[in-house]
């Protein structure tokens, strides 16, 4: 039987001390609703698991709706096939970053390359980077992410759903997608 490995990235989940899920429950969540080999990384809900198919609307939406009746806990889920994850990975323009910490990735349920995103002035930004690409958007903050100068309705006003990550982070989920 062919399986699909995936990355589910949940949304705004134990940012401080709000919105708490344990990573057991959700290892536990994630195995209770069929899916195999189900890993999570850190406490900030990053799974890796595998279905028999690519995570459609329904099934993210089965996803949502049973973790806020388990835990009391909504978050938006973006789920990414592995070949889409390595894909947004590979293709970082800013991965020679010196702090993987600094560098964000944002990922999104629609190509950037659909939306009208409007590039900020590079000159007002800097010394960040921003670099929208075709599958997602690379942030290098060198100052930190709380210090961005990018607008904090800048994501908002995408209309779709984001959610980012650091590429410590992004780089660990691709090597748990290869175990």
Same mark, same amino acid.
């Given at each position: 039987?062919?399986?699909?490995?995936?990355?589910?990235?949940?949304?705004?989940?134990?940012?401080?001390?709000?919105?708490?899920?344990?990573?057991? =429950?959700?290892? #536990?969540?994630?195995?209770?609703?069929?899916?195999?080999?189900? @890993? %999570?990384?850190? &406490? +900030?809900?990053?799974? !890796?698991?595998?279905?028999?198919?690519?995570? =459609?609307?329904? #099934?993210?939406?089965?996803?949502?709706?049973?973790?806020?009746? @388990? %835990?009391?806990? &909504? +978050?938006?889920?973006? !789920?990414?096939?592995?070949?889409?994850?390595?894909?947004?990975?590979?293709?970082?323009?800013?991965?020679?970053?010196?702090?993987?910490?600094?560098?964000?990735?944002?990922?999104?349920?629609?190509?950037?390359?659909?939306?009208?995103?409007?590039?900020?002035?590079?000159?007002?930004?800097?010394?960040?980077?921003?670099?929208?690409?075709?599958?997602?958007?690379?942030?290098?903050?060198?100052?930190?992410?709380?210090?961005?100068?990018?607008?904090?309705?800048?994501?908002?006003?995408?209309?779709?759903?984001?959610?980012?990550?650091?590429?410590?982070?992004?780089?660990?989920?691709?090597?748990?997608?290869?175990?």
């Amino acid at each position: 039987m062919t399986t699909h490995r995936q990355v589910a990235l949940l949304r705004g989940i134990n940012v401080g001390t709000a919105k708490r899920i344990a990573m057991a =429950d959700l290892r #536990a969540l994630f195995t209770g609703l069929g899916y195999t080999a189900v @890993r %999570t990384h850190l &406490q +900030s809900g990053n799974v !890796v698991f595998d279905a028999p198919t690519v995570v =459609d609307a329904a #099934a993210v939406a089965l996803l949502e709706s049973e973790i806020l009746q @388990r %835990t009391s806990v &909504q +978050s938006r889920i973006l !789920v990414i096939p592995s070949d889409r994850f390595r894909k947004i990975a590979d293709n970082n323009p800013l991965a020679d970053s010196p702090d993987p910490s600094r560098m964000v990735v944002t990922f999104m349920n629609e190509s950037p390359a659909k939306l009208d995103i409007p590039q900020p002035n590079d000159d007002e930004l800097a010394p960040e980077r921003l670099v929208i690409g075709a599958d997602a958007i690379y942030q290098w903050c060198p100052d930190g992410i709380l210090k961005s100068k990018l607008p904090a309705t800048f994501f908002s006003k995408l209309g779709t759903l984001t959610t980012s990550r650091n590429l410590r982070t992004v780089t660990k989920l691709v090597q748990m997608l290869e175990e």
